[in-house]
């Protein structure tokens, strides 16, 4: 006979109390299989199977009456949480979703006051697409922590994916909270969903009923036929805070936006001391939603003849209101009048407590900022001389349209430090360069994560700098320096680094690769490396609309960047070019310009990356950014790719799913030992 020793023994017996449960449980006798779930997880504590099919059973079985918070605080052990976490994420791997969802719904059993069980299910539900699923999950995870910055971002992709439909209140309530707290989530995201629910919210189905009239004649006798009621509701915090941060990516709001711009100048001409109630506040926040678009509002030629009323009687100090000051700001920024802010500070002096809020925001983001970044120009150290010729013609555009303008970091990713910090503390000292900084708005987010890392940021543009620099002193961020130069010179840094992070930079390079090249030669062996690249596929719409804009000589200025997006938005539904409107990009002048006028612009193919990869002696690890389903279907299309690395499936990939790569090819890569 052969002998066991007591672990066999003791594995033997744990799975015949299974065996003997799942039977019982088959027969139907619901609480003898009970009974044995329990024995086993009192002979072995730590046995998770026991514990999930225990709660599974309970779930199912109303009749049994079993109180699962009371079953949970009896056989929650630390070594039961590591078990059935292990057996999640083993599940997890081998892509059981449903059964890592038993495991994790367990976890919430066994500690409900535990925040990360029930999010570790939202993103379970999310990854699976069950997104009402994860809704409720990352709500129950904010219940009980709140802050968590990571539940709230993961919250508000997952309404963005569910989509448009029936108004929800709860959505409304996050959102609006999300709006006044905006450093806690994707601010892009917000955006959209913000948009999303005035669509279907109750309170502004009339207001949004201004949509149809495209006529302004037509839209002022819509307007004025509204009753008070109606037009307050146009106040509403929801809808002044989304203006304040988000800029409005849809085409035919934005129309209503700029309707209502006119109608408030008009207003500042015929009598700026007696403007309707909805209008002094809501035109303070569209002065800042024009600010964050770079005023990309068309303007007709009637509007351009009340601008230049306005602005004269300003001049004269004649009538001068914080609402005719308002106005002024919904068409220009208020630093291009130089002659101006100090009457705008005598203003303040006698404004009402909640007037004189509003009118220092539209100050402080029109003449204060700017006048402060100007400022730090000075501060700001060079490493080299801009000397390439395409270098300084990409120099002169972000020069004249520092981009983006940002107003949060929102959440960091997780794929912006988990993935990079996976095998490593995150307290620990990394050296970190952002190559293309622009203004700021990816360095500022890494050292807000990893405040013991050393972040070294550089651009070629000044001005994006400064921006930078300016938002990083108000966010206190004490571990990041800007620097000025060309990545072609970035030897004359003299630094290895830990982590390389270039996203949407070389490609605007006339030789992309060799300041790729450069990249790898200053990364440490072993070090990471995060590039974000054109698209060939996915961008050729975009090829054919910047050849549209040459061959009718379209100039690169705000008006003929008013004048391409008429033309696009004019094309019939389902023409290439109006893909392109749906994006933020589309919205904001400077976003316009970087999209449809760069002076350089080359796109990359998966077969190029692969290439340059091997020049470089870089190791491809992953895709970053992917949507769930583009996940799941490479999942499904290659299967035994478990760890989704082969640069071949994914070329065959994007050209049967060509739209995947939407903005960039993001991923991360790592040099070779």
């Excluded at 904001?588 to 350089?600: A, C, G, K």
């Excluded at 870089?618 to 082969?646: G, I």
């Excluded at 070329?651 to 790592?670: A, I, K, S, V």
Aim: hydrophobic fraction near 35%; proline fraction near 4%.
């Amino acid at each position: 006979m052969i002998q066991t020793n007591s672990s066999e023994k003791k594995y033997a017996t744990q799975n015949q109390m299974l065996e003997q449960a799942a039977n019982q449980k088959n027969a139907g006798q619901y609480e003898d299989a009970f009974n044995s779930f329990q024995s086993c997880l009192e002979q072995y504590p730590g046995c998770a199977e026991a514990y999930c099919d225990a709660v599974s059973l309970v779930e199912e079985q109303a009749s049994l009456n079993i109180s699962l918070e009371e079953f949970g605080t009896t056989y929650n052990t630390e070594s039961l949480q590591n078990s059935l976490i292990t057996s999640m994420q083993t599940v997890q791997a081998a892509g059981k979703i449903e059964e890592a969802l038993s495991y994790s719904g367990a976890l919430c059993t066994l500690d409900p006051g535990n925040w990360m069980f029930p999010a570790l299910t939202g993103k379970l539900h999310l990854n699976r697409g069950n997104f009402e699923g994860a809704i409720s999950a990352f709500d129950a995870a904010l219940h009980l922590a709140p802050d968590n910055i990571q539940c709230r971002d993961n919250l508000l992709k997952t309404f963005y994916y569910l989509g448009a439909g029936k108004f929800d209140a709860n959505t409304k309530r996050w959102v609006s909270q999300f709006l006044k707290e905006p450093d806690t989530v994707d601010i892009g995201v917000l955006a959209r969903v913000w948009l999303m629910l005035l669509f279907t919210d109750p309170d502004y189905l009339e207001i949004m009923g201004g949509l149809q009239h495209t006529d302004y004649n037509d839209f002022k006798q819509w307007l004025d036929n509204l009753s008070e009621e109606t037009l307050s509701n146009i106040t509403h915090d929801y809808i002044l805070d989304g203006l304040r941060i988000c800029v409005v990516a849809n085409i035919n709001v934005e129309r209503l936006l700029a309707h209502l711009r006119r109608t408030i100048l008009n207003y500042s001409i015929d009598n700026p001391n007696q403007a309707p109630d909805w209008a002094t506040g809501f035109a303070f926040a569209l002065a800042e939603q024009c600010f964050l678009n770079e005023y990309i509002y068309e303007e007709t030629e009637d509007e351009k003849e009340q601008l230049e009323i306005l602005v004269k009687a300003l001049k004269n100090n004649k009538d001068i209101t914080p609402f005719s000051v308002a106005a002024l700001a919904c068409y220009r920024p208020l630093n291009s009048f130089p002659a101006l802010p100090k009457t705008f500070l005598k203003i303040l002096e006698n404004l009402p407590e909640q007037e004189e809020g509003l009118f220092q925001r539209v100050i402080r983001q029109q003449i204060e900022e700017p006048e402060t970044e100007q400022k730090l120009k000075e501060n700001i150290k060079s490493f080299s001389t801009i000397d390439n010729e395409t270098s300084q013609k990409v120099r002169d555009q972000y020069e004249s349209n520092p981009y983006p303008r940002w107003i949060s970091t929102g959440a960091v990713e997780n794929d912006e430090g988990n993935f990079v910090f996976s095998e490593t503390d995150p307290l620990q000292h990394h050296d970190i360069l952002i190559a293309g900084c622009a203004t700021g708005h990816i360095p500022i987010k890494v050292c807000k994560k990893y405040p013991s890392s050393s972040v070294t940021s550089i651009d070629l543009s000044l001005s994006s700098l400064a921006y930078g620099l300016r938002k990083a002193r108000e966010m206190k961020v004490e571990n990041l320096e800007f620097k000025h130069g060309d990545i072609l010179e970035l030897e004359n840094l003299k630094q290895q680094f830990d982590i390389i992070i270039s996203s949407g930079v070389l490609h605007h390079m006339k030789n992309p690769e060799a300041g790729w090249q450069v990249l790898a030669d200053i990364l440490k062996p072993g070090g990471l490396m995060k590039i974000g690249l054109y698209s060939e596929l996915e961008r050729q719409h975009i090829t054919d609309c910047r050849q549209y804009i040459v061959d009718h000589k379209i100039p690169d200025t705000s008006e003929g960047i008013r004048q391409i997006r008429k033309i696009i938005a004019g094309l019939p539904e389902g023409h290439a070019f109006r893909k392109v409107m749906p994006f933020n990009d589309f919205y904001s002048t400077s976003m316009m310009r970087d999209l449809l006028f760069h002076v350089q612009e080359q796109c990359f193919t998966i077969p190029r990356i692969a290439k340059a990869l091997n020049d470089f002696d870089l190791e491809f690890l992953s895709f970053s950014m992917l949507l769930p389903q583009a996940v799941q279907q490479y999942s499904q299309m290659f299967p035994d790719d478990t760890s989704m690395t082969n640069l071949e499936h994914w070329n065959e990939y994007e050209h049967r799913y060509p739209d995947t790569f939407t903005g960039l090819y993001q991923f991360w890569c790592r040099k070779k030992q």
